[in-house]
Structures are given as structure tokens and as C-alpha cells.
């Protein structure tokens, strides 16, 4: 009897702070769906989300970590700071990564994984996928001026979002034959816009990445956009209704998702 093989499924899990949180509802959905994941990519929460469940976390043990942990302590500036190059000096981030990953590299996933970074010298995108995870995910959650770029292999680098905020043609390029994107900027807003410095500061990186966005996406085979309300990158409160609105988005594409997998 002659093997029906499927086609190789990639998932592209975008930037965008707290509202990443969503990405593990999204994953729920395809786990109780039994649709398989065999690449993941992913920017900024999106590395930090795709590389724990890489390395093996389940869905369950991303919940409780989600809601068990005191964001403020690994987010605060009084017990991570910086004197130079970003507020946050990220060792709390790091070592937040470290203590869940346990000193895997790229090469120890179950789901061969990628973070994305970007080259602040030159602007390009940087495909992490050598050696331990937790520095290149702490890199490529480098959102500017508030956390300090990492060095590696000689390079400057940071949030992965300012480049590729939804990784598709990356996950495309690790053999992927369908590629399900996992925009977190498709739903741009502010109702209660209040222009302060750091208003117009933190508005104007999303509005660029909203756009980039939309241009990564245009190319994925089933997008997922996220509608998990406004918040600032830090406010990892609600973190319940954020991996619910993963789930509900993911519910309302899996009929397409399906079709193109058969």
C-alpha cells in the first residue's frame, strides 16, 4: 500500500507582548484538533512561547506558568536595571527562560524551532537556531530602549518583531508546507490615547509593526489574527482571557486549516 504522506505543517508565532499569551490557546486548539506542528519560528513572545513548547513544555504546564508568575518581578526596572543601552538589563528574562528550559539548545527540540532576532547594526533578520535557547529567545524579545541588546557571535541584537513580527517565510524555509500565521497586530487601536513620551514612544513601534505585520502575513497559507484587546507589552494580567482569545481565533480557521491539510 503506497504511504499517504501529509504535508509538513509550520507555525509562525508573531511579536507583541502580553497579548502573546493568546499563541498558547492557539496551540491548545490544534493539540485537541490532533493537527501536528512540525516547525516553529517565532518573534519576541512569540520565541519565548514557541521555544517552550519546542523544548517540550505542554499547553497545561504554559497556563500554569502563565498564571502563576509575578510578571512585575521579572518586568521591574528596580530589580533588573540597565545603565546603559535599555531600562531592563533582561538577566531577570533570561534567567526566567532558563528556569523552564533548563539549559536546552536549538538542537534538543522536540519541533525544530527558530527565534528571530534583528541585527541592530545592519537591520537585518537574525535566524537563531544554534546552541542554548534561553539567549537567543532573551534576544529576541530585545524590545529597544526598554530592554538592552544581547551580543551574540559578535552581533548586536534585538526584538525580532522590527523585522519579521510574524515569521512566515522563515518557517516556510525550515520545510514547511503550510504555514499557519499567528498575527498579534492585526487589531490595531488606542480609544484612551494619552499622548505622554512613552505613549508616543510605544504607539509609534506598534503602528510600524502593525503594517510589517500585515506584510508578513500576506504570504501565510491560513492566517490567525488575535484579538486580545489593548495592553502595553508588561501587562500580563488576564492572562486567562488572552489564551482564550488564542483559542477562539484558531476555532474559526480550522475548517480552512483542515481543508488544505486534506
Given at each position: ?13 508573531g ?24 516547525f516553529?519560528?517565532?518573534s ?5 512561547v ?8 505542554t ?9 502563576s ?12 536595571p540597565?545603565l546603559r ?21 536549538f ?7 527558530v ?5 541592530l547594526?545592519t537591520?537585518e ?6 546552541g ?8 529576541s ?10 551580543e ?11 523585522s519579521a513580527?510574524?515569521p ?6 525550515m ?9 498579534l497586530d ?17 504607539d509609534s513601534?506598534?503602528?510600524?509593526r ?10 501565510a497559507?491560513?492566517a490567525?489574527?488575535i ?12 492572562g486567562?482571557?488572552?489564551i482564550?482569545a488564542?483559542e ?11 481543508e488544505?491539510?486534506?
Amino acid at each position: 500500500m503506497t504511504e499517504i504522506k501529509r504535508p509538513k505543517i509550520g507555525l509562525a508565532l508573531g511579536s507583541g507582548g502580553a497579548r502573546g499569551l493568546a499563541h498558547i490557546g492557539v496551540i491548545k486548539v490544534l493539540e485537541e484538533n490532533n493537527i501536528p506542528i512540525d516547525f516553529i519560528a517565532g518573534s519576541s513572545i512569540g520565541a519565548m512561547v514557541g521555544g517552550f513548547y519546542a523544548s517540550g513544555l505542554t499547553t497545561r504546564e504554559m497556563e500554569e506558568i502563565t498564571l502563576s508568575t509575578d510578571w512585575h518581578r521579572v518586568f521591574s526596572v528596580l530589580s533588573d536595571p540597565s545603565l546603559r543601552n535599555g531600562l531592563l538589563g533582561g538577566e531577570k528574562v533570561k534567567a526566567f527562560i532558563e528556569s523552564y528550559i533548563d539549559g536546552k539548545k536549538f538542537e534538543d527540540c522536540k519541533i525544530p524551532f527558530v527565534a528571530v532576532a534583528t541585527d541592530l547594526k545592519t537591520g537585518e533578520i537574525k535566524v537563531l537556531d544554534k546552541g542554548k535557547m534561553a539567549p537567543s529567545i532573551r534576544a529576541s524579545m530585545s524590545i529597544p530602549i526598554i530592554f538592552k541588546p544581547v551580543e551574540i557571535d559578535g552581533k548586536t541584537l534585538a526584538d525580532g518583531g522590527l523585522s519579521a513580527p510574524v515569521p512566515v517565510e522563515i518557517v516556510r524555509n525550515m520545510g514547511a508546507d503550510i504555514v499557519i500565521a499567528v498575527n498579534l497586530d492585526k487589531h490595531y487601536f488606542d480609544e484612551k490615547w494619552n499622548p505622554g513620551w512613552f505613549d508616543i514612544a510605544n504607539d509609534s513601534l506598534n503602528i510600524l509593526r502593525h503594517h510589517l505585520a500585515l506584510l508578513n502575513t500576506a504570504t501565510a497559507d491560513v492566517a490567525i489574527e488575535i484579538d486580545a484587546g489593548k495592553s502595553y507589552w508588561y501587562q500580563f494580567v488576564n492572562g486567562q482571557n488572552k489564551i482564550l482569545a488564542g483559542e477562539k481565533a484558531m476555532k474559526q480557521m480550522l475548517l480552512k486549516l483542515k481543508e488544505l491539510i486534506h
